[in-house]
């Protein structure tokens, strides 16, 4: 069982920055998807990011789509998502999720099988 966790989230002003982090504790061999959702009061879960552990490929929603990046660190085991212009509709409980191997619909949360437990992102105006 891969465990996922995440750090970095915090209480930051609009036009701000963020960079949150997501440890996983093993490695379940490299062709699979690492990626970012997140939950607002009262909303679904949405995709944000996720990147291609194997190849480095990433996929962005339209929402962050040049405001955020998406990387990983193979060395450590890391998962990072750097957000740039915060806005008071990013606000939000983030989630680090992996696939199972090869994925196809990386951008869907059902693709997902290990979720961690999820850093909170406020974001004031």
Same mark, same amino acid.
């Given at each position: 069982?891969?465990?996922?966790?995440?750090?970095? &989230?915090?209480?930051? $002003? !609009?036009? %701000?920055?963020? #960079?949150?982090?997501? +440890?996983?504790?093993?490695?379940?061999?490299?062709?699979?998807?690492? &990626?970012?959702?997140? $939950? !607002?009061? %009262?909303?679904? #879960?949405?995709?944000? +990011?996720?990147?291609?552990?194997?190849?480095?490929?990433?996929?962005?929603?339209?929402?962050?789509?040049?405001?955020?990046?998406?990387?990983?660190?193979? +060395?450590?085991?890391?998962?990072?998502?750097?957000?740039?212009?915060?806005?008071?509709?990013?606000?939000?409980?983030?989630?680090?999720?992996?696939?199972?191997?090869?994925?196809?619909?990386?951008?869907?949360?059902?693709?997902?099988?290990?979720?961690?437990?999820?850093?909170?992102?406020?974001?004031?105006?």
């Amino acid at each position: 069982q891969v465990q996922l966790v995440e750090s970095g &989230g915090g209480l930051v $002003q !609009a036009g %701000g920055s963020l #960079r949150l982090a997501c +440890a996983a504790s093993e490695r379940t061999g490299s062709n699979y998807a690492m &990626g970012w959702f997140r $939950q !607002a009061p %009262g909303k679904e #879960r949405e995709f944000v +990011a996720t990147v291609m552990w194997n190849s480095g490929y990433s996929y962005y929603a339209d929402s962050v789509r040049g405001r955020f990046t998406i990387s990983r660190d193979k +060395a450590k085991n890391t998962l990072s998502l750097q957000m740039y212009s915060l806005k008071p509709d990013d606000t939000a409980v983030y989630y680090c999720a992996q696939s199972g191997p090869m994925p196809i619909a990386i951008g869907s949360r059902g693709t997902y099988i290990y979720w961690g437990q999820g850093t909170q992102v406020t974001v004031s105006s």
